[in-house]
């Protein structure tokens, strides 16, 4: 069974920075393309960035230079660097494995508020 978990979600301040984390169980990690998601009040779920098996990423526009994907395949997890958050990046992070998602973490809230 697969199981997501995010961790490091919280409260930040607009230009502050969070990283988030997502351990992954159940998989071979290593061999699963990641990705982060998000989605908020009112809004669909939208793609923020995606990490292949051979480490190719890409970024939606609204995050490209200020976010940062990477994975620890020994620690079988994948990580979102947030820097120069904005108010409009507030809403429910989520991890999932696969292009496209076969699989969902229950997600982390991250609120970007002075």
């Known amino acids: 069974q697969v199981q997501l978990v995010e961790s490091g979600g919280g409260l930040v301040q607009p230009g502050g920075s969070l990283r988030l984390s997502c351990v992954a169980s159940?998989?071979?990690?290593?061999?699963?393309?990641m990705g982060w998601y998000r989605q908020a009040p009112g809004k669909q779920r939208e793609l923020v960035a995606t990490?292949?098996?051979?480490?190719?990423?890409n970024y939606a526009d609204s995050v490209k230079g200020r976010f940062t994907i990477s994975r620890d395949n020994a620690k079988n997890t994948v990580y979102l660097q947030m820097n120069s958050v904005r108010p409009e990046d507030t809403a429910v992070y989520y991890c999932?494995?696969?292009?496209?998602?076969?699989?969902w973490g229950q997600g982390t809230q991250v609120t970007v508020s002075s």
């Open positions: 990490i292949t098996v051979s480490r190719s990423t």
């Open positions: 999932a494995s696969g292009i496209p998602p076969s699989s």
């Open positions: 159940g998989i071979l990690f290593k061999y699963y393309a």
